[in-house]
């Protein structure tokens, strides 16, 4: 079975600080893929990135950026100076080859909170 | 492009009762699966639908059903309400149906049971 381990429940961080959020997941699969979610207050989860098992480069979007590691089985995201509006919860999630479709397995999120 | 919009928003229900959710996916989007998210269990996956055919299902009783029509459109319908069925139900429309593809989430409808 696949599992998606997200350890930090909440974060608090002052405007403008980097901010690391942890993600480990666990498959048996070799063909998977990994993506980032973000989820604001308004409910609907926004779409922030997605990484295939077999591309382990890292990837830098403004003031965001991913690292994958499969040694490790993480795919950390970090945010660069921190803003107000980034408060939210993230969510990390896995995608299988097994059984095809879209069928994803979600960690149990990390409420990041900026503040002033 | 108009999003992915599920109505109703609210829902206040009694235990016992059945209730109907829907989703209209994005135009031509043609995969839409259905998610459950409570503060205990998270975001968990109910089940997905692509060209009028359920092509996974998580693992939820039989209470919980869904059916998408042809043009993409979908429902899910809880029977027999319990309490613990209180809980945010996102719907989630692709373009296809695989592994790597983006999921574009509505609002969800916020069911309550009571």
């Known amino acids: 079975a696949q599992k998606v381990t997200q350890a930090q429940t909440e974060i608090s961080v002052v405007e403008k600080e980097d901010v690391t959020l942890d993600c480990v997941y666990e498959?048996?699969?070799?063909?998977?893929?990994l993506f980032w979610y973000k989820q604001p207050p308004s409910g609907e989860l926004v779409f922030l990135i997605r990484?295939?098992?077999?591309?382990?480069q890292n990837e830098i979007s403004g003031r965001y950026s991913w690292n994958f590691q499969k040694s490790t089985s993480s795919f950390n995201f970090t945010i660069t100076a921190s803003q107000v509006v980034d408060s939210a919860v993230y969510f990390c999630?896995?995608?299988?080859?097994?059984?095809?479709?879209?069928?994803?397995?979600f960690g149990t999120g990390t409420q990041l909170k900026v503040e002033l | 492009k108009a999003g992915v919009t599920q109505t109703p928003r609210y829902l206040i229900k009694t235990r016992g009762q059945q209730v109907t959710l829907s989703c209209s996916p994005i135009?031509?989007?043609?995969?839409v699966s259905w998610y459950q998210q409570t503060p205990g269990q998270g975001l968990q996956f109910l089940f997905e639908?692509?060209?009028?055919?359920?092509?996974n299902k998580g693992n939820f009783p039989g209470r919980f059903s869904g059916r998408q029509f042809s043009n993409s459109r979908s429902e899910m319908n809880v029977s027999t309400l319990e309490l613990g069925d209180s809980a945010l139900y996102l719907c989630?429309?692709?373009?296809?149906?695989?592994?790597?593809?983006?999921?574009?989430f509505g609002q969800g409808t916020r069911l309550t049971v009571v």
């Open positions: 989630a429309s692709s373009p296809a149906s695989q592994m790597n593809t983006e999921a574009f």
């Open positions: 498959t048996r699969d070799t063909t998977y893929y």
């Open positions: 990484r295939n098992s077999f591309d382990e």
């Open positions: 999630a896995l995608n299988i080859l097994t059984g095809g479709g879209n069928k994803l397995t």
């Open positions: 135009s031509g989007h043609r995969s």
């Open positions: 639908y692509f060209s009028e055919t359920q092509r």
